[in-house]
């Protein structure tokens, strides 16, 4: 059942491919589902987290909303020998509260439930206060999930050129900027940031790092060191 559910939500995928297009989403038959060029060297994606079970669902998890900058990921190389991906991440919670909850309207009227669970069966009354929907309406959530990105790129970031996206990133070096605006891999939140100040021209970035008091333990240390040797190699992005 799990290899044929796992074909059935390629299928609605692919179905959405036509009204994605249309605001700029490419779909995107494995990895993170949709991506979108937002200008010259910086890519957004997205993954809504399917988990699928035996009983005939798609269970939608935490939504992954990556942006990816190319000189991110390119210093990454430079420095530990692979390329990693990042600076950035929107933060995107299932259900959320204040100034934190930034899902569409639409979203939050119709699918107003911590865990989505969409069912590849047929059943004639289902329990929607425990977030139970037919299959059918995936493609409406997933529009939602799309144009709730689409707002907050709008309004959090500027997408005129790379080097203006990195410097609408948060600057402030704090726990919850690190974990829930940053966004590195294989590394981590607190080497993206680095290195998007750096590419930013802060070359005193270390400096604000060490005066924060944060650690995150001995690899995140190794990790930002090994940042720190290479800063005078990582040259600032033309404004």
Known sequence: MTSYLKSEILCIFMETEKDSLGTGWEVR????????????????????IFTFTDGGKFCALQPKAPLESASTRKVFA????????????????????????????????????ANLEFIELEVKELPREKG?????????????????????????????????????????YKIENLTENYYGIPYGGAEAFAIARL?????????????????????????????????????????
Do not use: H
């Open 132 to 172: 139970c929907y037919q299959k059918n309406e995936l493609p409406l959530f997933l529009a939602e999930l799309r144009k709730t990105v689409d707002a907050i790129v709008l309004s959090d970031y500027d997408i005129s050129s790379e080097r203006s996206f990195l410097e609408s990133l948060p600057r402030s």
């Open 29 to 48: 038959r494995s990895g993170l589902r949709y991506a979108k060029k937002l200008c010259f060297g910086v890519a957004q994606y997205l993954d809504p």
């Open 78 to 113: 430079q420095i530990f020998g692979k390329p990693g991906s990042g600076p950035a991440q929107i933060n995107l919670q299932m259900r959320g509260c204040g100034v934190k909850d930034r899902r569409s309207s639409l979203w939050k009227e119709r699918f107003n439930s």
């Open 199 to 239: 590419l930013c021209g802060e070359i005193n970035v270390f400096e604000r790092i060490r005066a924060s008091g944060i650690s995150f333990g001995p690899v995140w240390s190794r990790n930002l060191a090994r940042v720190e040797e290479f800063a005078n190699e990582i040259e600032p992005l033309a404004v």
